[in-house]
């Protein structure tokens, strides 16, 4: 997500150059490479560094960003171009910068994008299973593999337990980022005064 955010804000008043070019070109290679194929170039060049089991989670969890860029950058692409230019001249004019150009300027227009973009990349994470079998720990595996495992062991009731608790998480994490997403409710209604209130006016 913070990468999409960059790489699209990346030279914003000249959207043409070549750095920009070849950044959003780079975002869109996990489209063309297959991200297992991906996974195995990282590993084969990072191998004498690599030691530890939380470096190769680490591994798994740049992949996974890597395949969720090209779909978050979609997202968040018209909101970011579409920007009032009015808007942006005023909060120019008057110095707002840093976090307040944050939070009233670009906000309102990426809350729900980046809600979805969140929701996608965390279920593509919790999906994947091809590049966690490679690198991940028999003894500590992800959702999907140990579904996997139990299946091919024939435990149907574990696998199916596992599987529940599985769409139960997703569920939860979906339902949040809705949340998240959800524009601030403002009652716009009349107020209606109550009986005491007018006889006291009239009084």
Wanted: net charge positive; hydrophobic share 50%; glycine share 10%.
């Amino acid at each position: 997500m913070v990468t999409s955010l960059l790489i699209l804000g990346a030279k914003p008043g000249n959207t043409n150059t070549p750095i920009s070019r070849l950044l959003e070109t780079s975002a869109y290679l996990p489209l063309i490479i297959p991200p297992l194929v991906l996974a195995t170039g990282l590993f084969l060049l990072l191998r004498p560094k690599l030691g530890i089991a939380s470096e190769g989670l680490a591994l798994v969890a740049l992949i996974n960003a890597m395949m969720a860029l090209p779909f978050v950058m979609q997202l968040l692409r018209g909101p970011l171009r579409n920007l009032d230019p009015a808007s942006i001249r005023l909060a120019d004019q008057l110095g707002i910068r840093g976090w307040y150009r944050w939070r009233w300027l670009h906000w309102p227009r990426l809350r729900r994008p980046l809600a979805l973009g969140l929701a996608y990349g965390t279920g593509l994470s919790l999906g994947d299973f091809g590049v966690i079998a490679l690198f991940g720990s028999p003894g500590n595996p992800t959702l999907p593999v140990l579904l996997y495992q139990q299946l091919g062991s024939y435990q149907i009731n574990a696998a199916a337990g596992t599987g529940l608790w599985l769409m139960m998480v997703l569920l939860a994490l979906f339902g949040l980022f809705n949340l998240v997403g959800r524009p601030p409710t403002k009652s716009q209604g009349l107020q209606v005064p109550k009986p005491n209130q007018l006889e006291t006016s009239d009084a």
